[in-house]
């Protein structure tokens, strides 16, 4: 079992930064995959971000590519999501979650879930 916990969200304006923390606890040491979806109102949720813990690659939709950063301080078991040039169309709940698949093809793969930290960008 691993808790995962959100922290970071708020209110910034457009090309405004912000740095989203996920703090993890419990059976960490086996997790292959971490990451970070988001979810608007009346959207689907969506994968921002993934880290391949093992591997080392990362990924990141397009919709963000070169404004988000995914990182991990293991030292610290926490996982950070750093936006920059933020904009009101990533207004959204932003959920970290974890996966121990040796596999990640889809958030469907993440098996653990934090509770969601809201960030709202205003134009």
């Known amino acids: 079992q691993v808790q995962l916990v959100e922290s970071g969200g708020g209110s910034v304006q457009a090309g405004g930064s912000l740095r989203l923390s996920c703090a993890t606890s419990g059976y960490t040491y086996s997790m292959n995959y971490i990451g970070w979806c988001r979810q608007a109102p009346g959207k689907e949720r969506e994968t921002v971000a993934v880290?391949?813990?093992?591997?080392?690659?990362?990924y990141y939709a397009d919709s963000v590519k070169g404004r988000f950063t995914i990182s991990q301080d293991s030292a610290k078991n926490t996982m950070y999501l750093q936006m920059n040039s933020l904009k009101p169309e990533d207004t959204a709940m932003y959920y970290c979650?974890?996966?121990?698949?040796?596999?990640?093809?889809?958030?469907?793969?993440?098996?653990?879930w934090g509770q969601g930290t809201q960030v709202t960008v205003s134009s």
């Open positions: 880290f391949d813990i093992v591997g080392g690659s990362t």
């Open positions: 979650a974890a996966s121990y698949r040796s596999r990640f093809y889809s958030q469907a793969d993440f098996g653990y």
